[in-house]
């Protein structure tokens, strides 16, 4: 999938382009598979925890990883690191992401009569 925002190929399942952080938009013919709750391989800063609930919300995971941070300060601070840690070892991994295979333009034509 190309992210319209920057040009570049990104992940078909993305909603995010991971680049430029611009929100990606689904065509309304494409086939949209069951969300499952896992770890994203993609947007990972630790385990992949809160990029994977970021995916499954639909939201970005800035947003998510703020949100965790403040919980985490305000309740309790062990209670937010075994929470992260339970979450990491149920959660399971997502899927790996599809390599992107460079597109090489066609060799020019040679004008030049044949002999």
């Known amino acids: 999938m190309i992210c319209s925002n920057c040009q570049r190929e990104i992940a078909n399942y993305s909603n995010y382009c ?10 309304a013919n494409s086939a949209v598979a069951p969300r499952r709750l896992q770890r994203s391989l ?3 800063k630790v ?21 965790w941070v403040v919980g985490t300060v305000c309740t309790a601070i062990v209670f ?5 840690l339970a979450a990491w070892l149920i959660m399971p991994e997502g899927p790996m992401p599809m390599p992107v295979q460079p597109i090489t333009p066609p060799a020019p034509a040679s004008n030049a009569p044949q002999a």
């Open 18 to 27: 991971y680049f430029c952080g611009s929100r990606q938009q689904r065509a």
């Open 80 to 84: 937010g690191c075994v929470a992260y």
């Open 42 to 44: 993609v947007d990972c």
């Open 47 to 67: 385990g992949g925890v809160c990029g994977g609930i970021a995916e499954y919300l639909d939201v970005d995971s800035t947003i998510v990883r703020l949100v």
